[in-house]
């Protein structure tokens, strides 16, 4: 039968990919996404093995507004599944467990569907709150924490007080990177330590659009006053069909530092054109994984079709 994919966030506490100890096959991952939906799986009984595929892997505090996972389902009378009732149950399940997860909805899919191989792209958000009235001299950590931030924010969005803010010279830099590049002084060292995953054949990627535009807050009541009041918030959008281990973080990074002065146009470009995990500049930071959305994994509607001749 068919697989069936649905849509998840990730959540604060916990990364997208369990985590597998080949020296303990009975060990179970609740502090993943991927682990939860497992074991909730089991609720509809079915007569093989559960083994969920995840379409993209998200970072321990890093969120997913749509993602997506397929699992083959199978019951012993063969009959399929109707996929109302495997969003409302394993939704009810995860509320019952206490966990921030909830599915968006299920869908058969053919044999040949996979939904990270069939995807045709991602599209990663990233959400800044740029203070109004910036603080010039920020030399000190607790000037930040003197600051208002929403509590509906908290873990939610990447906030700058830091003066001056450039955000179209932020926009006119973003052009740089795209395009097909080498991105490896982009890429942040991973588990996988090889060789091979730092030769060219592994750090080239293409992204197609990144777009800098208004956001909004997602405050209410009095504090959406305040937020108005305080903060400017910019969304950035970066489109590809892959991404390095933390390669939006160190975009985003450079880019604000660009914006606020402390680095110039030259060290984007060097970066890019001398691919080196040692010339990453040292001036910069790597932004928060909290303001990171994994916003839409794509697809073409032909592949996710049952019997499509």
Known sequence: MGGYYGTTPATRDRGIQKTIIKSDPSFVDL????????????????VNEIQTVISSRTDAGVHALHSTLHVDLQRADVSPYVEETITGVLNRTLYKQGLPI??????????????????LGRTYLYR???????????????????????????DR??????????????????????????????????RQKSASRDHPMFTVRRIDEINIKPGRSACTGVNAKLAEELYDYWDIEVKGKSFLYKQVRRIVGSLIALATDRINEKCIYEMLTIPSK????????????????????????EDLRVNNK
């Open 102 to 119: 909830r599915l968006i909805n299920t869908r058969i899919v053919p044999d040949t569907f996979h939904c990270r191989y069939s995807a």
């Open 128 to 154: 800044i709150a740029v203070a109004k009235n910036g603080i010039k001299d920020l030399d000190t950590q607790n000037k930040h924490f003197e600051s208002f931030i929403p509590v509906e924010e908290l």
């Open 31 to 46: 502090k993943s996404v991927q682990g939860c939906l497992d074991v909730a799986l089991q609720v509809f009984r079915p």
């Open 278 to 301: 040692h010339n990453w500049d040292p001036r910069l930071q790597i932004a928060p994984a909290y303001g990171l959305y994994l916003a839409r994994v794509h697809y073409n509607e």
């Open 157 to 190: 969005c990447h906030f700058l007080h830091k003066a001056p803010f450039d955000v179209e010279r932020m926009r006119q830099a973003s052009r740089m990177f795209v395009g097909r590049h080498d991105f490896r002084t982009f890429k942040s060292q991973d």
